[in-house]
């Protein structure tokens, strides 16, 4: 595939140019021409005015996609304990089978050693079917031992999805058994369709694409693979149209778990495997649970950032005290650092460090410019102020004004019953809508 | 005879300097400098650690992409590294993980014997972290990725894999693939001898046909994976504003908002 520049349609207008991620269009003469750093994103086709530039497809039967059915789960577990991540694919993979067919399953591939307590807990999330891999030499994870088996069983069964979770092991595993089997792989993926129907509905609620073109190929079930991609400012959806099976690795609190029924039941596979111990090259001396060691303000997945509304340099004690409740990280607006309540280390925004955790916590910062551009495009803001006008509010994802000394000390106590409190606000929902 | 490092690298748009214009909701990218790879200057470091402990060690830097690339590999020799290749060719353009490491994996045979590559855990634009176990695969040598500390015996290795909950302790031989994190070292500066010394240096450019790679495992056409769609994210409006009555409730009104959006 590639993308072309219609000569007879393009006035030189370079819109295309300022708008490609990768400056690989160049203005030569006249037109618009596109250079050696294309990526095929497809960005200008969408942006081109005059309808311009096309990608030029090319197909190939030369693999039998035909033959691979079902959804397979890699089901992660360390130590005998299934990771949760893996419970959340087994859910997503159940939304993708149905959307498939009715004859599509979706299928944990439990890798391990003596796993027989987890296979229950595995139908009552949803599987179909359960693949069981086990061995002693399985026990703890190593790259050649479950690349090895994954890709005999993957070959044997021929699953038309693979899916894993975007772990540290996953990210280790899925390279390998893709690159063993040829064929493609998407990582990190923070959403999945295989209907075109929903993947437009997604992009129209979510982007300001176009999706006319996509339309007219509503028959399309490739998988299509949405992901991030540099550093998290545009997003990408990638697909594997001529090799099978399409593999992702999805990141890990993205998707949802199916409600939990121990009186559902599955089939088990047990599979036969071949590994030897000479397969296996490298040695786990140990294995060391740690607790996470304070991360840095760019790495923090979590930010509790104090401001002016602190009143004083002990405000940040609290701060502290939040953050460490949460597993987060002591942020501060430029005025607290100003005041000398707190070290420059800490400043968030245009001259302190620009951040974008999954939640960023402004307490008592009103949301000067400076500090939104250094923390604007994190995940999700919450921002605590006594005034209900200040800048902050515009762009928090939510809000609530009030006096941060008697809000935060709440958040902390209630921190852990969240899930509690989820669920029950969503029982009380289904019963007001069936009252 | 000393050992033979190769360290893959890879040139990149520093991406924590890419903006959105708000009102087109584009990416600005003027003004958007091209660095060396984060993690691969991490990768880069352990070799020129080993070098410092061992003088007889040659390190080469391997890189694949346009011929401004160049200048990355510049600032490697600058650091320390012996040697610099660059894959570039108008027929490797497009190539996606899989194709990228068929193509790398193709340089390093190219070269002949090693002892360990070390490669960067991800490059900051595609965040895969896929080529590194790719071009291992590739070569049917073993891997250790997420690399944290790293200590030599002989021709073992023994390193700390980082884990989310912990770490593992790995032991195994060479010749193997590391893949670096930053909590590995802290990279140094090129010096002003270094940049002398490297400005002199050629560096090789190698084509698709010299690497003597299978053109159809290599770019655009071959690679498994296209992109379908990309598209910046819609500006999100205004937020909700929490309601509640007294501190307690508005406290749980957010956690169960929080809880909904799957990021608690």
Redesign the interface.
């Given at each position: 595939?590639?993308i072309k520049v219609l000569e007879e349609k393009c006035t030189g207008c370079g819109v295309c140019i300022?708008?490609c991620?990768f400056?690989a269009i160049d203005m030569v003469g006249d037109f618009a021409v596109i250079n050696?750093?294309?990526?095929?994103?497809?960005?200008c086709i969408?942006t081109c005015p005059f309808d311009a530039i096309i990608r030029t497809d090319?197909e190939d039967d030369e693999h039998d996609i035909s033959k691979y059915k079902d959804v397979w789960v890699y089901i992660e577990q360390?130590d005998g304990k299934i990771m949760n991540v893996a419970l959340e694919l087994l859910g997503e993979g159940r939304r993708l089978s149905r959307e498939i067919g009715e004859d599509c399953n979706v299928c944990g591939l439990l890798i391990g050693y003596e796993t027989d307590h987890l296979i229950d807990e595995l139908y009552a999330f949803g599987a179909d079917k359960v693949y069981q891999i086990d061995d002693p030499l399985l026990k703890?994870y190593t790259?050649?031992g479950y690349?090895k088996v994954m890709t005999d069983a993957i070959r044997e069964y021929k699953p038309e999805i693979v899916l894993f979770g975007a772990?540290?092991?996953g990210?280790?595993l899925?390279?390998?058994v893709?690159?063993?089997l040829?064929?493609?792989?998407?990582?990190?993926c923070t959403r999945l369709d295989v209907k075109t129907d929903t993947y437009i509905e997604y992009?129209e609620k979510?982007?300001?694409?176009d999706t006319s073109k996509?339309r007219e190929k509503t028959d399309d079930v490739?998988l299509?693979q949405t992901r991030?991609?540099?550093?998290?400012?545009?997003?990408?959806?990638?697909?594997?149209?001529?090799?099978r099976p399409q593999m992702a690795t999805v990141r890990p609190?993205?998707m949802?778990k199916a409600e939990r029924d121990d009186s559902r039941k599955g089939e088990l596979i047990k599979v036969n495997h071949k590994l030897s111990k000479s397969d296996i090259?490298?040695?786990?001396?140990?294995?060391?649970?740690?607790a996470?060691e304070r991360v840095s303000l760019t790495d923090a997945e979590i930010i509790c950032s104090g401001g002016r509304g602190l009143g004083d340099a002990s405000g940040f004690e609290l701060i502290k005290k939040f953050a460490d409740k949460?597993g987060g990280v002591v942020g501060s607006s430029r005025a607290a650092v100003d005041a000398g309540w707190i070290d420059h280390s800490h400043q968030v925004g245009q001259t302190g460090t620009?951040v974008k955790p999954?939640?960023y916590f402004a307490c008592g910062i009103s949301g000067a410019i400076q500090h939104l551009?250094g923390m604007q495009?994190s995940?999700?803001?919450?921002a605590i102020n006594k005034d209900p006008e200040a800048p902050i509010?515009?762009?928090?994802?939510?809000?609530?004004?009030?006096?941060l000394y008697?809000?935060i000390?709440?958040?902390i106590?209630?921190?852990d019953?969240?899930?509690a409190?989820?669920d029950e606000?969503t029982k009380t929902k289904s019963q007001t809508k069936s009252a | 005879m000393g050992l033979k490092i190769i360290v893959c690298a890879k040139q990149v748009p520093d991406t924590t300097e890419v903006k959105i214009d708000p009102v087109k909701n584009t990416l600005i990218r003027e003004g958007v400098p091209s660095i060396l790879n984060n993690d691969d200057a991490n990768a880069l470091e352990e070799a020129l650690r080993i070098k410092d402990k061992y003088p007889d060690t040659h390190i080469t830097v391997i890189s694949m992409g346009p011929l401004q690339a160049k200048d990355m590999l510049i600032e490697c020799l600058a650091m320390g590294a012996d040697e610099a290749i660059l894959a570039s060719d108008r027929k490797l353009g497009g190539s996606d993980t899989w194709a990228t490491s068929n193509a790398l994996a193709a340089v390093i045979r190219k070269l002949g014997h090693f002892d360990i590559i070390f490669a960067g855990r991800q490059a900051i634009d595609g965040d895969t972290a896929q080529v590194g176990p790719q071009i291992a695969e590739k070569l049917g040598i073993p891997q250790v990725t997420y690399v944290s500390e790293f200590e030599m015996d002989g021709d073992t290795i023994i390193v700390k894999r980082a884990l989310e909950d912990g770490y593992e302790r790995i032991r195994l031989k060479m010749p193997c693939m590391l893949t670096a994190i930053k909590e590995l070292n802290k990279p140094r500066y090129m010096t002003i001898g270094g940049i002398y010394e490297a400005t002199k240096k050629e560096i090789p450019v190698w084509t698709a046909e010299d690497i003597g790679v299978d053109l159809n495992t290599v770019g655009l056409e071959a690679s498994p994976t296209n992109v379908f769609r990309s598209f910046t994210p819609a500006p999100k409006g205004k937020g909700i504003m929490i309601e509640g009555d007294g501190e307690k409730e508005l406290a749980r009104n957010l956690l169960i908002n929080l809880k909904a959006k799957h990021v608690i």
């Amino acid at each position: 595939m590639a993308i072309k520049v219609l000569e007879e349609k393009c006035t030189g207008c370079g819109v295309c140019i300022d708008d490609c991620p990768f400056e690989a269009i160049d203005m030569v003469g006249d037109f618009a021409v596109i250079n050696d750093k294309c990526t095929v994103c497809s960005q200008c086709i969408e942006t081109c005015p005059f309808d311009a530039i096309i990608r030029t497809d090319e197909e190939d039967d030369e693999h039998d996609i035909s033959k691979y059915k079902d959804v397979w789960v890699y089901i992660e577990q360390r130590d005998g304990k299934i990771m949760n991540v893996a419970l959340e694919l087994l859910g997503e993979g159940r939304r993708l089978s149905r959307e498939i067919g009715e004859d599509c399953n979706v299928c944990g591939l439990l890798i391990g050693y003596e796993t027989d307590h987890l296979i229950d807990e595995l139908y009552a999330f949803g599987a179909d079917k359960v693949y069981q891999i086990d061995d002693p030499l399985l026990k703890n994870y190593t790259t050649d031992g479950y690349t090895k088996v994954m890709t005999d069983a993957i070959r044997e069964y021929k699953p038309e999805i693979v899916l894993f979770g975007a772990t540290h092991i996953g990210r280790d595993l899925a390279p390998r058994v893709a690159a063993r089997l040829d064929t493609g792989l998407t990582a990190d993926c923070t959403r999945l369709d295989v209907k075109t129907d929903t993947y437009i509905e997604y992009l129209e609620k979510n982007t300001t694409l176009d999706t006319s073109k996509i339309r007219e190929k509503t028959d399309d079930v490739n998988l299509k693979q949405t992901r991030p991609a540099f550093g998290g400012n545009i997003m990408a959806t990638i697909i594997c149209p001529k090799r099978r099976p399409q593999m992702a690795t999805v990141r890990p609190g993205v998707m949802q778990k199916a409600e939990r029924d121990d009186s559902r039941k599955g089939e088990l596979i047990k599979v036969n495997h071949k590994l030897s111990k000479s397969d296996i090259r490298t040695e786990v001396l140990e294995v060391v649970k740690a607790a996470k060691e304070r991360v840095s303000l760019t790495d923090a997945e979590i930010i509790c950032s104090g401001g002016r509304g602190l009143g004083d340099a002990s405000g940040f004690e609290l701060i502290k005290k939040f953050a460490d409740k949460v597993g987060g990280v002591v942020g501060s607006s430029r005025a607290a650092v100003d005041a000398g309540w707190i070290d420059h280390s800490h400043q968030v925004g245009q001259t302190g460090t620009t951040v974008k955790p999954k939640i960023y916590f402004a307490c008592g910062i009103s949301g000067a410019i400076q500090h939104l551009a250094g923390m604007q495009t994190s995940d999700i803001i919450v921002a605590i102020n006594k005034d209900p006008e200040a800048p902050i509010f515009e762009v928090a994802d939510f809000g609530i004004v009030g006096d941060l000394y008697k809000i935060i000390p709440q958040i902390i106590e209630e921190w852990d019953n969240a899930e509690a409190l989820y669920d029950e606000s969503t029982k009380t929902k289904s019963q007001t809508k069936s009252a | 005879m000393g050992l033979k490092i190769i360290v893959c690298a890879k040139q990149v748009p520093d991406t924590t300097e890419v903006k959105i214009d708000p009102v087109k909701n584009t990416l600005i990218r003027e003004g958007v400098p091209s660095i060396l790879n984060n993690d691969d200057a991490n990768a880069l470091e352990e070799a020129l650690r080993i070098k410092d402990k061992y003088p007889d060690t040659h390190i080469t830097v391997i890189s694949m992409g346009p011929l401004q690339a160049k200048d990355m590999l510049i600032e490697c020799l600058a650091m320390g590294a012996d040697e610099a290749i660059l894959a570039s060719d108008r027929k490797l353009g497009g190539s996606d993980t899989w194709a990228t490491s068929n193509a790398l994996a193709a340089v390093i045979r190219k070269l002949g014997h090693f002892d360990i590559i070390f490669a960067g855990r991800q490059a900051i634009d595609g965040d895969t972290a896929q080529v590194g176990p790719q071009i291992a695969e590739k070569l049917g040598i073993p891997q250790v990725t997420y690399v944290s500390e790293f200590e030599m015996d002989g021709d073992t290795i023994i390193v700390k894999r980082a884990l989310e909950d912990g770490y593992e302790r790995i032991r195994l031989k060479m010749p193997c693939m590391l893949t670096a994190i930053k909590e590995l070292n802290k990279p140094r500066y090129m010096t002003i001898g270094g940049i002398y010394e490297a400005t002199k240096k050629e560096i090789p450019v190698w084509t698709a046909e010299d690497i003597g790679v299978d053109l159809n495992t290599v770019g655009l056409e071959a690679s498994p994976t296209n992109v379908f769609r990309s598209f910046t994210p819609a500006p999100k409006g205004k937020g909700i504003m929490i309601e509640g009555d007294g501190e307690k409730e508005l406290a749980r009104n957010l956690l169960i908002n929080l809880k909904a959006k799957h990021v608690i």
